[in-house]
């Protein structure tokens, strides 16, 4: 069983922290596919402290996503503080994850997200600050390294460890691979012997199987899936259902995999409003389709779209096609 701090997840199963993606309607829908946490997607430090209004709005936490891991970046002491201060605070998360995984340069050239690879002194003098300051548990999700040559991986996690912090998030790649190449979960592996708190594993998770062999090669304690789950809540549910009983479950019926995008939307507008969540679906509805036939003519009509009722009656067109193309097809079979 997963248990970070004195939180006890239902299952192993973690949401990524996806940056543009892991808003509160993509986690809610998720969370209701089964994951036994959800991790937000990462916040600013000085957004926090200047409370800029559209980082604030990314605080927003629905109780049904619960638990949660709220994930803050900065590359200075005393703002990370400050912003981890104000969401033990003034927040409903449940724990507070650190990034020093982002590999996007306007990022790393504030020294923060992966750039702290480099120095496990700085993770630890970092990370103990920000565990001294607050209540909920503190974890950290990290890259194995800056690149061959750097990968830190081991000694940053026992940085974390002796720091005071509940758990470390490890994708197997470094900084320099992006989201390119293969994920090294040797090193994963390597880690998990290393500390004693738990080890979420992440990397090259795209099917249930997947998921369970990394539990089994690496050890770790939780598996975290990012991409696979985009526009693919099902890949969450199927991969519990998989580590729980052995059973591979089919991919859902088109159908459903619309009404669930179309129901993602509206969570959307409900969050944002209709203009700003309707251009943001364009991605997820794309990412809804994949594996659709006859998708590619209906993505290049949804990137024109503006309003809901375009986007859903593009959808559930699409869908009326499909099923009176199987409907002929039985019955001339």
Known sequence: MLKIGDITMKNPVVLAPMAGVCNSAFRLTVKEFGAGLVCAEM??????????????????????EKPLSLQIFGGEKETLVQAAKYVDRNSNADIIDINMGCPVPKITKCDAGAKWLLDPNKIYEMVSAVVDAVEKPVTVKMRIGWDEDH???????????RAGGKAVAVHGRTRVQMY??????DIIREVKQSVNIPVIGN?????????????????V??????RAALGNPWMIYRTVNYLETGELMDEPPVREKIDVCILHLDRLIALKNEDIAVREMRKHAAWYLKGIRGNARVRNAINECNTRDELAALLNNLVVEIESKQEIHSQVG
């Open 203 to 219: 990397g090259d998770v795209q099917t249930p199987q997947d998921a369970k062999r990394m539990l089994d090669e690496t050890g």
């Open 43 to 64: 916040v600013s430090d000085k957004g926090i402290v200047f409370q800029n209004e559209k980082t604030m709005d990314m605080l927003y936490i629905d109780e049904r």
């Open 180 to 185: 390119e190449g293969t994920a090294n979960w």
């Open 221 to 226: 304690d939780g598996v975290m899936i990012g």
């Open 151 to 161: 990968i830190y991986a081991v000694k940053n996690a026992q940085a974390v460890e």
